[in-house]
C-alpha cells in the first residue's frame, strides 16, 4: 500500500533531520508584504532562546530557504503562544506572543515586521498581573473585530465554575492593545468550553 508521502508525490521522509517539529509553533501570514501568505515559525532551542524564521513563498507557491527574522535570549518557548496579524495597521503581519510568566503574570509582545526581511524588536502592547488572567484556560484567535484595519485578539474564557466569557482586546493606532472588553457569556449548562475551537483566517 502507497504512503500519504508517496500518493501526493513527496520523497521519502529522511531518516534524521536537523528540524525539531515538536519545538516549534507555525503561523501564516503576509510578512513581507508581496501579497502572498508566508509561513513563520517560532523555534524553541531550549533554555531561552528562540527564534522566527520566516519561508517566504515564491509566485509558484513554493516555500523558499528559511531566513532568521528575530532573535530572544530571554523567552522561553514553552510559555510562549504565536499569533500573526497586522497589529498597526501597515498591511504587513506581524508576530504576537502571549508569554506567561512563572509567576502567573502574563505579557504580550509584538514584534513588527518591517519588510524587507526581519521583524523590528519586541514591544509590550498588553501586561497582565499576577493572577490577572489564566492563558491555560482561554482559547485566543486573532481578527479585525472592530473594523479599523488592525488585527485585534479575541478569547474565549473558561472560569473555575464552568461558566463562559468571550473578551475581545483591540489595537490602538500605535499597535498596542486596549483594555478587554466582555462579549457573550453564558452560565455552566449552556456551553462546554472543552468541545470548543475557535477559527480564524488560517485554520
Same mark, same amino acid.
Given at each position: ?26 503561523? @501564516? /501570514? !503576509?510578512? &513581507? +508584504?508581496?501579497?502572498? =501568505? $508566508?509561513? #513563520?515559525?517560532? %523555534? ?6 528562540? *527564534? ?31 499569533? @500573526? /496579524? !497586522?497589529? &498597526? +495597521?501597515?498591511?504587513? =503581519? $506581524?508576530? #504576537?506572543?502571549? %508569554? ?6 502574563? *505579557? ?96
Amino acid at each position: 500500500m502507497a504512503t500519504s508521502e508517496q500518493c501526493v508525490g513527496l520523497p521519502p521522509r529522511r531518516p534524521q533531520s536537523n528540524w525539531n517539529a515538536s519545538a516549534t509553533t507555525l503561523e @501564516a /501570514g !503576509d510578512f &513581507n +508584504g508581496d501579497g502572498r =501568505d $508566508d509561513l #513563520a515559525a517560532l %523555534y524553541g532551542y531550549g533554555g531561552t532562546t528562540t *527564534k522566527t524564521w520566516v519561508f517566504a513563498t515564491a509566485p509558484t507557491g513554493a516555500f523558499g530557504t528559511p531566513k532568521t527574522w528575530w532573535t530572544s535570549t530571554t523567552l522561553d518557548w514553552k510559555r510562549a503562544q504565536v499569533h @500573526a /496579524g !497586522d497589529f &498597526n +495597521g501597515d498591511r504587513l =503581519d $506581524d508576530i #504576537a506572543i502571549w %508569554y506567561d510568566y512563572a509567576d502567573g503574570s502574563d *505579557k504580550v509582545f509584538i514584534t513588527p515586521s518591517t519588510g524587507s526581511g526581519t521583524f523590528g524588536t519586541a514591544g509590550v502592547a498588553l501586561t497582565s498581573p499576577v493572577g490577572g488572567w489564566d492563558v491555560s484556560q482561554s482559547r485566543l484567535v486573532v481578527g479585525d473585530y472592530n473594523g479599523d484595519g488592525r488585527s485585534d485578539l479575541g478569547a474565549m474564557y473558561n472560569y473555575a465554575d464552568g461558566s463562559v466569557k468571550t473578551w475581545t482586546m483591540t489595537t490602538k493606532s500605535d499597535g498596542t492593545f486596549n483594555a478587554a472588553v466582555a462579549g457573550w457569556a453564558t452560565n455552566t449548562s449552556a456551553w462546554s468550553y472543552a468541545h470548543t475551537r475557535l477559527f480564524s483566517s488560517y485554520n
